[in-house]
C-alpha cells in the first residue's frame, strides 16, 4: 500500500497532535459546534451542507478540530468510532460528537444554557444497546430531515426555533425532567409519554417530527402514539408542559404504502376523516443510511400529505395572527 495511502487512513482513525494550537473561530461555533449541541451526532456530510462556509474548508476543520493539539488529544470534537466499530457496510464517513470543550465554550458564550437539559433533549442520541446501530440510523434520518428543514428556512427567511429555545422558554419543573421533551399523557386509560424526535418552530407556529422506519407495528404503536399526540393538544397538557398551544405533527417514513396504511388509521379516528394537525411524506431516501441526500432545504417545498385536507408545503407556513 502506497505510504500516502496509509498515512490517510491512519489520521481517518487515530488521533495525531497538531504542531500549532487550533484557534476557535465563531465560525467554527456557527457551522459545527452549534449544531452539535443540539444534534447528538451528525456527519461530515450534514455538518458541510449546514456550514456557510466552503465545504473544502469545513471538512479541513473537522479533521483540526479533532485532532490534538500541541500534544494533547483535541476535547472540541469526538468521533463516534472511538465508541463503535462500525461494520464495513455501514461506516462510510465520520460521525462527529461534541466535545467538552466545545460545550463549555458555547455556555461561556451563552450561546446554549449552562444546563443539563441541553444535552438530554438533543435529536438523536437515545440509542442502546442491544439494536444500536438500528437506533443510530433512526437518529441520523431524524437529524437529516430537522437540518434540511432549517436549512430551508434560511433560504427563504422564515422565523426559525429550534428545541433550546423552545424549552429555554417552558416551564422550569419541564426542564428538571431526565427527558424534558417527553409529554405525559394518558391514553385509553393507560398512563405513557409521547417523545417527538425533534420539535421546532416555523414562523410561530410549532411541529413535532416523528422519523418512522417502519420497523414498528402500526396498529400497537403508531396509532397509540397518533392517540397521545391528539389527547396533549386537546387536553392542554403540551401548554402545560412546554408552554405552546400549537402542533402539526409531521410523520416521515420510507415507504409510500406504509404511509397510506397510516392515513387511513388517522381517518378512522379523526372527526369526519379529516385531520390537520398531521403531515405525511414517505421517500425511500430517508431510510438509506448511506445513501441519503444531502440537507439542503428542499422538504420546504415538497407537499407532507394530510387526511381530507390539502397537502402542507412548510414553506408556505404563515405566521400567526
Not at 487512513?9 to 461555533?29: G, P, W, Y
Not at 474548508?57 to 465508541?83: C, F, P, V, Y
Not at 396533549?232 to 416521515?252: C, E, M, P, S
Amino acid at each position: 500500500m502506497p505510504a500516502a495511502l496509509e498515512h490517510k487512513r491512519r489520521s481517518h482513525l487515530n488521533r495525531h497532535a497538531m504542531e500549532k494550537r487550533v484557534q476557535i473561530t465563531d465560525n467554527d461555533i456557527r457551522d459545527i459546534f452549534e449544531p452539535l449541541a443540539r444534534h447528538a451526532q451528525l456527519t461530515t456530510r450534514q455538518l458541510v451542507a449546514f456550514g456557510k462556509r466552503n465545504p473544502i474548508i469545513t471538512k479541513a476543520r473537522l479533521g483540526e478540530l479533532w485532532h490534538g493539539t500541541e500534544g494533547q488529544h483535541s476535547h472540541w470534537l469526538h468521533r463516534l468510532n472511538e465508541e463503535i466499530l462500525f461494520a464495513n457496510h455501514l461506516y462510510v464517513e465520520d460521525m462527529h460528537r461534541l466535545g467538552v470543550d466545545a460545550e463549555a465554550m458555547l455556555r461561556a458564550k451563552g450561546i446554549i444554557p449552562a444546563e443539563d437539559w441541553v444535552a438530554n433533549s438533543r435529536i438523536g442520541g437515545k440509542s442502546t444497546s442491544p439494536s444500536r446501530i438500528i437506533r443510530l440510523a433512526h437518529d441520523h434520518m431524524a437529524s437529516d430531515i430537522a437540518l434540511d428543514i432549517e436549512i430551508g428556512t434560511r433560504e427563504r427567511g422564515i422565523a426559525f426555533k429550534s428545541h433550546i429555545e423552545i424549552l429555554a422558554a417552558a416551564p422550569e419543573t419541564t426542564r428538571w425532567q431526565r427527558k424534558p421533551l417527553a409529554v405525559p399523557v394518558e391514553v385509553n386509560g393507560h398512563r405513557t409519554f409521547v417523545e417527538p424526535d425533534a420539535l421546532f418552530v416555523l414562523n410561530g407556529r410549532t411541529f413535532a417530527l416523528e422519523a418512522d422506519k417502519g420497523t414498528e407495528s402500526i396498529k400497537s404503536v403508531i396509532v397509540p402514539k397518533i392517540l397521545a399526540y391528539r389527547e396533549i393538544v386537546a387536553a392542554g397538557i403540551i401548554d402545560d408542559h412546554l408552554g405552546i398551544d400549537n402542533l402539526t405533527v409531521l410523520f416521515a417514513t420510507t415507504n409510500a404504502t406504509r404511509m397510506k396504511n397510516i392515513m387511513a388509521e388517522l381517518a378512522k379516528i379523526a372527526r369526519n376523516g379529516r385531520s390537520t394537525m398531521f403531515a405525511f411524506r414517505a421517500e425511500t431516501g430517508f431510510g438509506d443510511f448511506l445513501r441519503t441526500p444531502p440537507p439542503l432545504g428542499r422538504l420546504m417545498t415538497m407537499p407532507w400529505h394530510r387526511v381530507g385536507n390539502e397537502d402542507l408545503i412548510l414553506g408556505q407556513v404563515k405566521g400567526e395572527k
